[in-house]
């Protein structure tokens, strides 16, 4: 087989994608993660609750596939409000630390229009390496 699909336990199963591909050279591609929970719920209406539970649905993934955050390579962030983003800098960067740490991996941001899920503020897409 090239490649695995990756679920985290206790996940909702994806419907019609997958959370994460692992494919044989070890290269981790995450799908776009938001930011509801397990049981695709969304806890948060804001944007600094959901773009935390989106980077610890990144985590997951990554942990499903056997990998830890410092495997992480690449982030795409897709936002629906700008202005929202940068008027809370400093809440986005200590929240990503809480979850990241200080690894900080190549990164692209997109303002959006919206997003396939009303409620979604932000989506966050990811690539690893987890080596075979």
């Given amino acids: 087989m090239t490649h ?3 679920q985290p336990d206790g996940w909702a199963p994806a419907k019609g994608y997958a959370n994460g591909i692992l ?3 070890g290269t981790l591609y ?4 938001i930011g509801w929970n397990a049981a695709q719920e969304f806890t948060s209406h804001d944007f600094i609750g959901q773009m935390e539970q ?9 942990t499903a596939a056997g990998g830890k955050v ?10 629906i409000d700008k202005a929202e983003y940068i008027a809370r800098q400093r809440e986005v960067g200590q ?25 979604a503020l932000l989506e966050i897409e990811a690539t690893a390496y987890i080596k075979p």
């Fill in 4 to 6: 695995t699909t990756i």
């Fill in 23 to 25: 494919a044989a050279d």
């Fill in 30 to 33: 995450i799908g776009g993660q």
């Fill in 54 to 62: 989106a980077l610890r649905n990144i985590v997951d993934v990554v």
């Fill in 70 to 79: 410092e495997d992480i390579t690449r982030l795409t962030w897709f936002v």
């Fill in 95 to 119: 929240v990503y630390r809480k979850v990241l740490g200080r690894h900080f991996p190549a990164m692209s941001m997109l303002i959006v229009a919206g997003l396939v899920e009303d409620d």
